[in-house]
């Protein structure tokens, strides 16, 4: 969910390509240090393999550059057109899907719209 408040975003001013690259740039610097706490697993319960996502970011953009610039990994979803971070496989742990969404949530945080989102095997 975004910063708005919407599942319905298609004309949302916070989309990551409206985003200035240099913005997206020191967010997602930011967002290295998260870590997550035995308190944010305790309440996630995941599987599959776990991506925050965003609509229109495209692989050459510059968003998304600097989004790999500072480690993430950019990549497709299965049926998807769009790219996004893939956070990594939640073998049922919940870490993974713990940390995609404290990421999701650091990037609403900072007026950019995303969610946190998962495909099972
Ligand atoms: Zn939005």
Redesign the pocket.
Known sequence: M???K?YD?KN?P??IHNVDPLKVKEVAKAAVNIQVNGEDIKRAYGCGRVYVSFLKLRKTSKQAKALESVGFNITRRPHSTQYHIYVGYDNATGRQLAYGKKLAKHFNDNDI?CYCDGDDD
Do not use: A, R, T, V
């Open positions: 975004c910063i708005n919407s975003c949302c916070n989309q719209c």
